[in-house]
């Protein structure tokens, strides 16, 4: 129903910047929301930004004035740019997109492969 594909990840040196980006593809949905998360191993997976649908992004306290997401709804793609990264940022990136399936009517979540992140010097 609604495939995503993402990328943009890689090793970049501290208080350097990387560009995340996602693209979902497919037929019969309705995005109601585009987000990121990420997850290091032996930890939960954890909300880094979101973008609704017609509302305001929000984002993790950790990366707050260091990272914006950006999403374009007409062609259903969402950006991460992250400044200033830091060694505590490394994690697998995954986008997530809640859509609304229209010949159910049921909103679904829907996640990318993910993409790995890496900041180290």
């Known amino acids: 129903q609604v495939q995503l594909v993402e990328s943009g990840g890689g090793l970049v040196q501290p208080g350097g910047s990387l560009r995340l980006f996602c693209a979902a593809s497919?037929?019969?949905?309705?995005?109601?929301?585009m987000a990121w998360y990420r997850q290091v191993p032996g930890k939960q997976r954890e909300l880094v930004a979101a973008?609704?649908?017609?509302?305001?992004?929000n984002y993790a306290d950790s990366v707050k004035g260091r990272f914006t997401i950006s999403s374009d709804n007409a062609k259903n793609t969402v950006y991460l740019q992250m400044n200033g990264l830091k060694a505590e940022d490394t994690a697998v990136y995954y986008c997530?997109?809640?859509?609304?399936?229209?010949?159910?009517?049921?909103?679904?979540?829907?996640w990318g492969q993910g993409t790995q992140v890496t900041v180290s010097s």
């Open positions: 997530n997109v809640e859509a609304i399936i229209h010949y159910t009517g049921y909103l679904r979540s829907f």
């Open positions: 497919g037929r019969g949905f309705t995005i109601n929301a």
């Open positions: 973008s609704p649908t017609g509302g305001s992004t």
